[in-house]
């Protein structure tokens, strides 16, 4: 059964609505049907989006750096199984991945050289990475009205419809400076999982990378539509309703959001910068250095691939690095220099 159809179904069973945020879970991890749940191509140039695991494996072997001192690593949603890829091999390596679809084509491409787990491990030791996870997470959609705090929902017929917020959302909401005509987003979601990962951290440090900002450019008086946008062959627009369960569709992350959760659970946050000054501070110049310049063919991608994660025009400002933890004593190398902490 299609997407849509299942969504159909679902918005009249419910009475005629369902949250944005069920939307954006059906649309994208109902097994079966939802976009990362399904069997499209996905990642890379023939796909819809590329990570920056995808672009090569600059990326990830400037963040092995910053992983050495960690005895085994869980990944979080291992898309292709690009990073895991480049990380694996010396150290324990698990991966958590909802997708059952994901999860085969990661296993087929890494074998033995990582343990799939169906959950998070009861106390887990080490580091936890989640690379353009949380942007995938469902959000709950917030339009601030004349007529107060509305939830955006979705109704028959997949059109947007609203019914005024209650409890737990209303609650967040009302904490916002935003006044209104507004949309946004908020990802309850996202602070849950933040909570449960600090609670399982027994020692060790959760790496979020993936674009997003602090609430106050956030929920900044431009930003009046919100950030919500969806991806289909490198093209991005902002409709959710064109093709569920074929496209992409994210939300930026509310980095504040994230470390306050992960505060409330007992963890520390050990450092938030952008991924530019992460991978500098984790010494991708080095790494870079290990390259053959004498050789163009060889040195020209690799050039192009070290543009792309660090220009601020790319990946380099917009993508962000938050780490928490508990009983990481050690200041975390990717944070020695232009730690933002203090924006949160
Ligand atoms: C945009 S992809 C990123 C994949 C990969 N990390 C990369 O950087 O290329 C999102 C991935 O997260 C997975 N995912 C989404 N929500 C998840 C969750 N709550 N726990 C674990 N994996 C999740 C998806 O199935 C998919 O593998």
Same mark, same amino acid.
């Given at each position: 059964?299609?997407?849509?159809?299942?969504?159909?179904?679902?918005?009249?069973?419910?009475?005629?609505?369902?949250?944005?945020?069920?939307?954006?879970? =059906?649309? =994208?991890?109902?097994?079966?049907?939802?976009?990362?749940?399904?069997?499209?191509?996905?990642?890379?140039?023939?796909?819809?989006?590329?990570?920056?695991?995808?672009?090569?494996?600059?990326?990830?072997?400037?963040?092995?750096?910053?992983?050495?001192?960690?005895?085994?690593?869980?990944?979080?949603?291992?898309?292709?199984?690009?990073?895991?890829?480049? !990380?694996?091999?010396?150290?324990?390596? =698990?991966?958590?991945?909802?997708?059952?679809?994901?999860?085969?084509?990661?296993?087929?491409?890494?074998?033995?050289?990582?343990?799939?787990?169906?959950?998070?491990?009861?106390?887990?030791?080490?580091? *936890?990475?989640?690379?353009? @996870?949380?942007?995938?997470?469902?959000?709950?959609?917030?339009?601030?009205?004349?007529?107060?705090?509305?939830?955006?929902?979705?109704?028959?017929?997949?059109?947007?419809?609203?019914?005024?917020?209650?409890?737990?959302?209303?609650?967040?909401?009302?904490? !916002?400076? #935003?006044?209104?005509?507004? @949309?946004?987003?908020?990802?309850?979601?996202?602070?849950?999982?933040?909570?449960?990962? *600090?609670?399982?951290?027994?020692?060790?440090?959760?790496?979020?990378?993936?674009?997003?900002?602090?609430?106050?450019?956030?929920?900044?008086?431009?930003?009046?539509?919100?950030?919500?946008?969806?991806?289909?062959?490198?093209?991005?627009?902002?409709?959710?309703?064109?093709?569920?369960?074929?496209?992409?569709?994210?939300?930026?992350?509310?980095?504040?959001?994230?470390?306050?959760?992960?505060?409330?659970?007992?963890?520390?946050?050990?450092?938030?910068?952008?991924?530019?000054?992460?991978?500098?501070?984790?010494?991708?110049?080095? *790494?870079?250095?290990?390259?053959?310049?004498?050789?163009?063919?060889?040195?020209?991608?690799?050039?192009?691939? #070290?543009?792309?994660?660090?220009?601020?025009?790319?990946?380099?400002? !917009?993508?962000? *690095?938050?780490?928490?933890?508990?009983?990481?004593?050690?200041?975390?190398?990717?944070?020695?220099?232009?730690?933002?902490?203090?924006?949160?």
């Amino acid at each position: 059964m299609p997407a849509r159809q299942r969504i159909v179904e679902e918005i009249a069973a419910a009475g005629g609505w369902i949250s944005f945020a069920r939307y954006m879970q =059906l649309a =994208l991890h109902e097994p079966g049907v939802g976009y990362y749940a399904s069997g499209a191509r996905k990642f890379g140039p023939a796909g819809d989006f590329v990570t920056a695991p995808e672009l090569g494996s600059l990326f990830g072997r400037t963040l092995a750096r910053q992983l050495g001192d960690f005895e085994r690593v869980l990944e979080l949603g291992a898309g292709s199984g690009s990073l895991a890829e480049v !990380l694996s091999g010396e150290r324990e390596y =698990l991966i958590l991945e909802t997708s059952a679809e994901l999860a085969h084509r990661q296993r087929e491409r890494l074998g033995p050289r990582v343990r799939h787990v169906q959950q998070l491990p009861k106390r887990f030791r080490g580091a *936890v990475i989640a690379n353009e @996870v949380v942007d995938a997470m469902p959000v709950h959609l917030v339009h601030w009205t004349g007529r107060g705090i509305m939830e955006r929902g979705v109704g028959p017929g997949l059109a947007w419809a609203d019914r005024p917020a209650a409890g737990e959302l209303l609650a967040a909401a009302q904490r !916002l400076p #935003a006044s209104a005509p507004y @949309v946004s987003e908020i990802g309850l979601a996202a602070r849950a999982w933040m909570r449960t990962i *600090v609670e399982t951290l027994e020692q060790g440090a959760l790496f979020v990378i993936d674009y997003g900002f602090p609430r106050h450019e956030y929920y900044h008086a431009q930003r009046s539509t919100g950030t919500l946008m969806c991806h289909h062959r490198h093209q991005a627009h902002a409709d959710p309703f064109a093709r569920p369960g074929e496209e992409d569709i994210t939300a930026h992350v509310d980095f504040s959001a994230l470390a306050e959760a992960a505060r409330a659970a007992g963890g520390e946050i050990l450092g938030y910068t952008s991924q530019a000054q992460f991978l500098v501070n984790c010494g991708i110049t080095d *790494v870079l250095g290990e390259a053959n310049v004498e050789n163009a063919l060889h040195y020209a991608p690799i050039a192009a691939e #070290a543009q792309k994660l660090l220009s601020p025009a790319e990946m380099g400002e !917009l993508f962000k *690095v938050l780490a928490v933890g508990r009983g990481v004593t050690a200041p975390l190398a990717g944070f020695s220099r232009g730690d933002r902490s203090a924006s949160l």
